[in-house]
């Protein structure tokens, strides 16, 4: 059951389609303040709290205080308070009670989950106007469902999309990326995109290309394509202000930028220079900005990822004017020209994604203008559907791969997400996996790190175990940052036949991974699971931090420490150990119930199938469309297992059509027996 | 045996004081290159790398690229080169050949660990003259003890700094110092140092009062140690440019700071603004420094932290004057101003320890003017020493306490250190436990981190988790920043029992941890001890990471992970678990060899006592002065063990007399036998 409060006049973030109740009186289980602005509730030792999508620590987010509040920090600490996205939903679930929240607010938002006081959860708006979402009725994997129900279906890429891609900022022209394809090919490792950063715009203005480095990208994408390869371009939210750059023309003529209090356009630094940022909260510059997407989809370009959308600000112009003069007006005040310099250090280095610059730039809404700071988490989330409500009028019937740094709920419907700038750290690894359950939850289903990191030297073996947690993610992308060592993975010669095992093991399992990936999308259901949603009397499985399971049959527990060879796994019932040592050779072993410690080398991928289950193997392939549902391998526990299998043809819209399903029938191992519903 | 290779005509950093042969030819397992700068050996799969001392990652250092370069950076991320201290000593062991290895160079030296190429080391420096030491002889431990024999007998402390200390960024009064000792005594929580850090000082000027804060310093120490109370206050490398104040006018007249190339004191700004660095490079300009701790210990202080002396930079005088006029240039040529000051944002962001900077000054050294970064890695260490042979002389048979942030091996002889400004981040108490080992082997045994993390906000979790590890390491401090959550543990009346436990429990157990202590300080040993040192030839011990032997009989295995009710621990043999509940009542329980999960509540405190060990339990006390070794009871496993029991008066500087080694024998439980050595 889920019912809606409403407290003062809530800005409709268009985040719910589904339905609900309107609450009498007060929501249960909280304490709402006179102002409406902050709703708390006590909690017991032994409650956990899931949810909050992309957020630092663990997946249950118990013991600190986070803020929704998109932000481009690049370093994903311990102690952040926000990352890219605003993801305003929990789940509270404990002995007594266990019940949902959504908070749909499109400002601030802090939640204070025992951190302040260890037994007490407070949410509170900066702003006023709030709609709060209250969701019962069974455990926390059932309140997930409905809530994911509340907030319609997830985003599906084309199937393409779950291949391997890999990025670089960046790869800077034709032939650099001919050489990647080509060095993927050539050390027998499969690979579906390549990624273009930023560099292969011209002067980085959105929907143009650099024609020196790359001289016809349509014939490239075209000459890729043949080889089962996408090129997948990165769009910025900045629009750079450049005369006769027909993006910045048009905007300004038709007030499609965002605006100062007077009117003119806001205007701030990133990549290109000073920009504009189109007012994608704007319906009618939201269709205007989607339609330049065609400039690349005509080209024959099928999937982006857009970037530095919370908006990213590296410095207003107005903040430069105001500090400008500064020196010289300390001087004035008796210090020495240095001194006066070196007193602007702090300003200097505060320039960044400043408060003050987000409260002075404004939005035509629907709802009338507003400020920026009480929309701020709606804007990288418009531009993601600034695109795919364009998509879906330019080519209504074919998927396009889509994917945001910055996001909210709502925006999970138009595109999926990565997980924006991460590092080369092995924490940074099993955030990886802690953030999967969370982001599922609220609707983020394609999604994926970074895999091997992105700033910082990876080391060999970091990027291993990257790549045997991603290959069973979504969205399996390798990406890493200007300068640093360089993580294509033909690289590694000594690790050459691992990789290969990785990336191909993900194509063999691929009708698994897909499979289980539309039906969560279909079903409002997640895609990786926490051990606590799974087994929710278990104690033990309560507290697994580093598992989950991916889809019914498969659980993962990769390895994360380094020089590690081998951690330890709970199993919450008798699983069978699956042990990949080449694509062709694997291990099975029956153990049982509880504590292990599992040894895993560098050059294997190893996983757990749940008893009673099964997961079918495809023969593999060097892309995603060599991948077929023919003649599949069932890696299964239990003689009865059987499992509800979803094929499409992977690139068009028509998912519901009941042919999809087949029903896999474990016999003899390895040996699949088809057979479709009502057989 | 240890032998040394000579390359160059090296710098003597004074960091040998023990027996070594010279080495004929080259050593064995190195490749050196012609130019005597670098040093490489092929790394086996099964290989182990040890020691470096204070550095980031795993107590086997194995996979990453460390540099020796002392550097005031206080995120220690994964993927940082360089910490406060350059510690060049590392242990190479693996199935075919275990040896040891000391770079004697005080420039920047390079350690890549399998980083660069999995499978091999190298070592090198930038500057050239290398005195290179191979120890050989032994597994990993006994390299250890070897090369400490050859360092020198680590500084020892006063036993009252095994005591418990708090600490912040600032107590700014003498109201505030003594609130904080009532807290503590209010909260039955036992206290034995206030720490005072810089704005005791008048102007952050070393050495002076801030008189308005606290109007009689001496009064106050005096009034605190009737309740066994010390202040220890900060001293900073930089000495502020004031006319009139007399460390400035002496230090200038006599030549005593670090110079320009043209003989003028160069000058930097840090927390005082402009200062000159004391040459403590130069012995009389050394002594001449040290000196002036009298002005302190003549009010009653014994105890010091040496600070900010990699020497940290905020920025330089020269580097702040070519930047004052480039605004002006930069408009000159065209942009407009508030552009050109854009332009110089990477200029001010990248103004702190600038190698630039370092490169810039110079000291006058026994050999002879040396250029700073020439000798930038002694520099701290030096500091520590000027303090160290200054209380040597003024009161030789006492102990005072010092520890630096800055170090060298060869400073060990003179001060501990701490581990600097960490954070408040679950991966740094992990990261305290790691760096233990390798800095013991690198002589510093008086050490420890900043317990519930220097920056950004602690959890009541968190301070909980690491008070349970800091309550085993010989420098138990609680330190914070300007601005976060109050870390004083009474300030958390949720916690108070537990805090009493742990912080009561690390007096209880003082008998044991002194004695260990002093044994490993005389004997040349290591105080924290990885598992791989104790069971070399247990596969499964020499990989954990994640515990430690504190002295010879105890084993920790702390919680480190959020919401963790408890933790996998590996037992190499049968022990014992104790787990403490409160001062008083423990459980005892034996378990098995293997893998373990093991629950721990947030109040209590879990160890385990090796077979054939014990450890001497005192009753307690609310200061260490109270901790007598009179009536201890005897934690022990196993009926006939003996222990070897260290105890002095723990003030005198006498450490050898035999009297202070009694050897105490477990008979029936809770019963101990005093045997003097020879009864």
């Known amino acids: 059951m889920i019912r809606k409060y409403v407290y003062g006049t809530p800005f409709d973030t268009e985040a719910v389609v589904g339905a609900y109740d309107l609450g009498a009186d007060q929501p249960p289980w909280l304490t709402v303040s006179a102002s409406g602005r902050r709703f708390s509730c006590p909690l017991e030792e032994e409650d956990q709290v899931y949810g909050l999508g992309e957020q630092v620590r663990g997946i249950n ?17 311990e102690t952040a308070r926000s990352l890219y996205a605003a993801h ?3 789940i509270v679930t404990g002995p007594t009670r266990t019940f949902g929240l959504f908070v749909e607010h499109p400002g601030r938002v802090t939640f204070d989950i025992g951190d302040t006081k260890r037994d007490l959860l407070t949410i509170e708006t900066e702003g006023e106007g709030v709609a709060l979402y209250l969701v019962e009725g069974g455990g926390p994997w059932e309140i997930a469902r409905s809530f994911r129900k509340l907030i319609g279906r997830s985003y599906i890429p084309p199937r393409w999309a779950f291949g391997y891609g890999q990025s670089r900022w960046s790869y800077f022209s034709a032939d650099e990326v001919r050489q990647v394809a080509a060095g993927y090919r050539e050390a027998g490792i499969p690979l579906d995109m390549i990624y273009l950063d930023i560099d292969y715009m011209e002067g980085y203005k959105d929907f143009t290309v650099n024609t020196e480095a790359f001289p016809d990208l349509a014939a490239l994408s075209a ?3 043949e080889e089962g390869i996408r090129l997948v371009p990165i769009i910025d939210a900045g629009v750079k202000v450049e005369e006769g750059y027909p993006v910045y023309e048009e905007g300004v003529s038709k007030g499609y930028f965002c605006q100062n209090e007077d009117g003119t356009p806001f205007t701030a630094a990133v990549w290109p220079g000073w920009v504009h940022f189109p007012d994608v909260l704007n319906p009618e510059a939201r269709a205007w900005f989607g339609d330049w997407y065609r ?6 370009i099928e999937g982006f990822w857009n970037d530095m959308n919370e908006p990213a600000i590296f410095y207003s112009r107005a903040r430069m004017e105001e500090l400008a003069g500064e020196k010289e007006k300390r001087m004035a005040s008796g210090k020495t020209e240095p001194e006066a310099l070196a007193s602007m250090r702090e300003e200097m280095g505060t320039l960044s994604n400043r408060l003050e610059d987000y409260r002075s730039f404004w939005h035509n809404t629907p709802a009338g203008p507003m400020r920026h700071d009480a929309v701020h988490n709606l804007y990288g989330g418009s531009m993601t559907r600034a695109a795919g409500e364009a998509f879906a009028r330019y080519a209504p019937d074919k998927r396009i791969l889509l994917f945001s740094r910055s996001s909210y709920i709502g925006s999970h419907r138009y595109g999926g997400i990565w997980t924006g700038d991460n590092y080369s750290w092995w924490s940074h690894l099993l955030l990886n996996l802690q953030q999967m359950p969370g982001l599922n939850m609220c609707g983020f289903l394609y999604t994926g790190a970074d895999l091997g990191g992105f700033g910082a030297d990876t080391t060999e073996d970091l ?4 790549m045997s947690l991603g290959l069973f993610l979504p969205l399996m ?9 360089r993580q294509e993975l033909y690289r590694y010669p000594d690790s050459r036949a691992a990789f290969r095992l990785m990336v191909g093991l993900r194509y063999r399992l691929l009708p698994y991974l897909y499979s289980e990936f539309m039906k969560a999308a279909l079903r409002d259901d997640l895609y990786a699971r926490p051990l606590a949603f799974v087994y929710p009397e ?8 580093d598992q989950l399971f991916i889809g019914e049959s498969i659980m993962i527990a990769p390895v994360y420490t380094q020089n590690a060879k081998g951690r330890y796994v709970y199993l919450p019932e008798r699983m069978k150990l699956v042990r990949f040592r080449t694509l062709e050779r694997w291990d099975e072993e029956i153990l049982e119930k509880g504590h292990h410690y599992i040894s ?10 749940r008893e009673g289950h099964l997961a079918p193997l495809s023969a593999g392939g060097a892309c995603v469309e060599q991948v077929t549902a023919e003649d599949l391998t069932l890696l299964s526990f239990g003689d009865g297992a059987a499992y509800e299998f979803y094929w499409d043809d992977g690139v068009s819209t028509d998912y519901t059509d009941p042919a999809h399903i087949t029903w896999l029938r474990a016999g003899s191992p390895k040996e699949a027996f088809h057979e479709h519903p009502g057989n």
């Open 61 to 77: 987010k118990r013991g600190w205080r986070y803020v929704s509040w998109c932000s481009d920090d690049p370093y994903h600490l």
């Open 600 to 609: 895993v080398a560098l050059d294997e991928v190893v996983f757990f199938l």
């Open 223 to 225: 000459e890729l394509k």
């Open 538 to 545: 278990d104690d033990m499985a309560r507290q697994v931090e």
């Open 463 to 466: 990027l291993l175990r990257w």
């Open 88 to 90: 305003n939903f929990l």
């Open 295 to 300: 400039v690349l989809l005509d080209q024959g």
């Open 477 to 485: 992308r390798n990406h890493s940052t200007l300068g640093v060592r």
